[in-house]
């Protein structure tokens, strides 16, 4: 079966420090990735995905990066971290259309202070 | 902007009873999925329903959708505490999902 892990679980990070969050997909192959931020109480903003290795898009010009370095394996990074980027990061993964169904990981707390 | 926005925001009923939930989106869609959050958590899929289909079950789950409308709506039947979550609707558009701010639902026992 499938499962995706996200570390950390949750983070604390004075502003102007760099940012790394993993996330990896176990038990299938080329999936499709995905990177959301929930600010508390809203819905999910997608900030980047991925339909292969290397191939990231993005969607929101902002302080933060993706990348792929391999097939089931996505890194959310920023070089120097804004209080904004205060948030819930959730990754995800799907098989089908971008569009189909996605199944989402644990999630990271990330508090910028 | 919005696409699919859930209603109401809040929603409070006593176990054993029935919640529904609204979603409302404005552009046409080729499918619209409903997903649960337990707080801190991350999202699980629930169920999908296509353009062309009207109502779909999943165990105590009922999803219509009414496109002439652009709405749908998730009824969760004999309610359970363990229900107690955030539904939110995504709808598919172009190639991403977009999803609404969600509706937080609390079963008393």
């Known amino acids: 079966s499938q499962t995706i892990h996200q570390w950390p679980a949750t983070l604390v990070q004075p502003v102007g420090s760099p940012l790394s969050l993993e996330c990896t997909v176990e038990g299938t192959s080329n999936p499709n990735l995905y990177w959301y931020r929930q600010a508390a109480g809203r819905g999910l903003q997608l900030l980047f995905y991925?339909?292969?290795?290397?191939?990231i898009s993005s969607e929101v010009p902002q302080n933060l990066s993706a990348s792929r370095p391999q097939d089931r394996q996505f890194i959310l990074s920023s070089k120097k971290l804004l209080l904004s980027d205060s948030g819930f990061y959730l990754c995800?993964?799907?098989?089908?259309?971008?569009?189909?169904?996605?199944?989402f990981g644990p999630g990271t707390r990330l508090t910028v202070l | 902007s919005q696409q699919g926005e859930e209603d109401p925001q809040a929603l409070s009923i006593q176990e054993g009873e029935n919640a529904t939930m609204n979603c409302s989106y404005k552009?046409?869609?080729?499918?619209l999925q409903w997903y649960r959050q337990n707080s801190g958590r991350g999202l699980v899929h629930l169920i999908l329903i296509r353009s062309n289909e009207r109502e779909k079950h999943s165990g105590r789950l009922r999803v219509t959708l009414d496109t002439s409308k652009k709405s749908s709506s998730l009824l969760i039947t004999a309610s359970r505490a363990a229900d107690t979550a955030s539904y939110f609707c995504a709808t598919d558009a172009r190639y991403k999902l977009i999803f609404g701010s969600g509706t937080r639902l609390l079963v008393r026992p």
């Open positions: 995800a993964w799907g098989i089908a259309a971008i569009t189909d169904t996605q199944y």
């Open positions: 552009t046409s869609i080729n499918n």
């Open positions: 991925s339909v292969g290795i290397g191939q």
